[in-house]
């Protein structure tokens, strides 16, 4: 029983497995049905909102006009890595990653979740970079 707990144990703390950028696409739209475009991510990662603080936010507020370059949370002053695969190839290859940052940025900077076909747009537009 030890044993089989151990192994348990053991297989949370490895590093979940890398996908590739059409399974993420795949997640968003399990039927194919949806066609993610990237002049529509763009115009997604360019829109202006306004935060409930009355701030206006938009996705390059934190994350810069240089994806390949680090950004920086406005509020939290925390570093933010390169969002281009080009400069962090780790970027869009984790899907319990791209969920996480998702559903928090997406409702900082949005004031609501993403939908599937927003998601699936902007990684498009971001992956050109």
Same mark, same amino acid.
């Given at each position: 029983?030890?044993?089989?707990?151990?192994?348990?144990?053991?297989?949370?703390? /490895?590093?979940? =497995?890398?996908?590739?950028?059409?399974?993420?696409?795949?997640?968003?739209?399990?039927?194919?049905? &949806?066609?993610?475009?990237?002049?529509? !991510?763009? =115009?997604?990662?360019?829109?202006?909102?306004?935060?409930?603080? !009355?701030?206006? %936010? =938009?996705?390059?507020?934190?994350?810069?006009?240089?994806?390949?370059?680090?950004?920086?949370?406005?509020?939290?002053?925390?570093?933010?890595?390169? /969002?281009?695969?080009? &400069?962090?190839?780790?970027?869009?290859?984790? /899907?319990?990653?791209?969920?996480?940052?998702?559903? %928090?940025?997406?409702?900082?900077?949005?004031?609501?979740?993403?939908?599937?076909?927003?998601? !699936?747009? /902007?990684?498009?537009?971001?992956?050109?970079?």
């Amino acid at each position: 029983m030890k044993k089989y707990l151990l192994i348990a144990l053991l297989s949370l703390s /490895l590093p979940t =497995q890398a996908i590739t950028i059409d399974e993420v696409y795949k997640y968003y739209s399990p039927d194919g049905e &949806a066609a993610f475009d990237a002049e529509r !991510g763009k =115009q997604l990662w360019n829109q202006k909102h306004t935060a409930e603080d !009355g701030k206006i %936010r =938009q996705c390059r507020t934190c994350h810069g006009d240089d994806l390949t370059k680090s950004g920086e949370h406005v509020k939290t002053k925390k570093v933010i890595d390169p /969002l281009a695969q080009s &400069a962090n190839a780790e970027r869009f290859t984790k /899907l319990k990653k791209i969920k996480k940052w998702f559903k %928090r940025n997406c409702k900082w900077t949005v004031g609501r979740e993403c939908t599937n076909q927003e998601k !699936g747009d /902007l990684i498009k537009y971001l992956i050109q970079f």
